[in-house]
């Protein structure tokens, strides 16, 4: 799956958080859906203009995000 296909930053829609193609639905809010216990299958009646693919790039992008090799605390 291409991540830049279906998630896109642009400084002008959402503050320029990640959002599925440019439609104003940041990557969050669906993340937040998801762990709230909804559906992929809910998500998509509640939202017809997105896709399946969105939201498992939404997942993808999110795993990609927690990749990370080491947390350093910051200095108090």
Do not use: W
């Not at 291409?2 to 669906?30: F, M, Q, S, W």
């Not at 559906?39 to 997105?50: F, G, V």
Request: charged share 30%; aromatic share 4%; net charge negative.
């Amino acid at each position: 799956m291409n991540l830049a296909e279906r998630i896109t930053t642009d400084p002008d829609i959402c503050h320029g958080k990640p959002c599925i193609r440019g439609l104003r639905y940041p990557v969050e809010t669906l993340l937040e859906l998801l762990s709230s216990g909804m559906t992929i299958e809910e998500i998509l009646a509640d939202y017809e203009d997105l896709e399946r693919e969105d939201i498992l790039a939404a997942l993808s992008f999110a795993a990609r995000l927690s990749q990370v090799k080491r947390l350093e605390p910051l200095p108090a």
